[in-house]
């Protein structure tokens, strides 16, 4: 099965720019979306087809994807950013990948 | 309001069964690819099954083959999980989720909670 990794966590100060890498063979040949979960709450998509963010989600989120890398990046972190941040591909197209998960601590 | 609402999960012993069952509103469910996604207690999500907005196409993630079946209904608006012969890692929060494809599951209800302990 296929597999995308990403680091356990991520720590930002307010303001300044996070950004979460997500790795996997050839992941720049597929679209990747990213999801948040703040605790006790259901995942919301903030990134999807790569770059392109869903209505009502602040411009400070954006994405890319390369080669075997997709990372989102946060500009400008806010306190209310700290999540659980969850990357996505389809494996093929039978098939749904999730990364393990990074958590972001903003402090 | 456009929302999916899960019901169904509970505790039961190793080698039973449960269903679970995903109640959509506020948007047009037949024109949708839908999904069963779950979170195991402190752990990331994992895709379990999705099926094709008719139905014609459904896909499991391997641990649930054979134990698991996805099923809906487009005139109910609503979709179902059968699962027989759970083992303690089916312990999670069962998620439905819409698909959207390349676009990502862009609508998730708020989960079911199935514990598998003896």
């Known amino acids: 099965s296929y597999k995308l990794t990403q680091p356990p966590s991520v720590s930002v100060s307010p303001g300044q720019t996070a950004s979460i890498a997500c790795s996997g063979d050839?992941?720049?040949?597929?679209?990747v979306c990213w999801y948040q979960q703040k605790a006790g709450q259901s995942p919301v998509v903030v990134i999807f087809e790569d770059t392109k963010r869903p209505s009502g989600i602040p411009e400070r989120f954006s994405g890319s994807n390369s080669g075997n890398t997709a990372t989102l990046i946060i500009s400008g972190t806010q306190a209310i950013d700290e999540a659980d941040y969850y990357c996505?591909?389809?494996?093929?197209?039978?098939?749904?990948?999730f990364g393990g998960g990074t958590k972001l601590t903003v402090l | 309001q456009v929302q999916l609402v899960e019901s169904g999960g509970g505790l039961v012993k190793p080698g039973g069964s449960l269903r679970l069952s995903c109640a959509a509103s506020?948007?047009?469910?037949?024109?949708?690819?839908m999904a069963w996604i779950r979170q195991a207690p402190g752990q990331g999500l994992e895709w379990v099954s999705h099926?094709?907005?008719?139905?014609?196409?459904?896909h499991y993630t391997e641990s649930v083959k054979g134990r698991f079946t996805i099923s809906r209904d487009n005139d109910k608006k609503s979709l179902s999980l059968q699962m027989i012969s759970l083992r303690v890692e089916d312990t999670a929060v069962y998620y439905c989720?819409?698909?959207?494809?390349?676009?990502?599951?862009?609508?998730w209800g708020q989960g079911t909670l199935v514990t598998v302990s003896s």
């Open positions: 506020g948007f047009r469910f037949s024109d949708y690819y």
């Open positions: 050839k992941l720049g040949d597929k679209y």
């Open positions: 989720a819409r698909s959207a494809l390349q676009r990502g599951f862009d609508l």
């Open positions: 099926m094709s907005s008719s139905g014609s196409t459904i």
């Open positions: 996505q591909a389809w494996e093929s197209s039978s098939h749904v990948a």
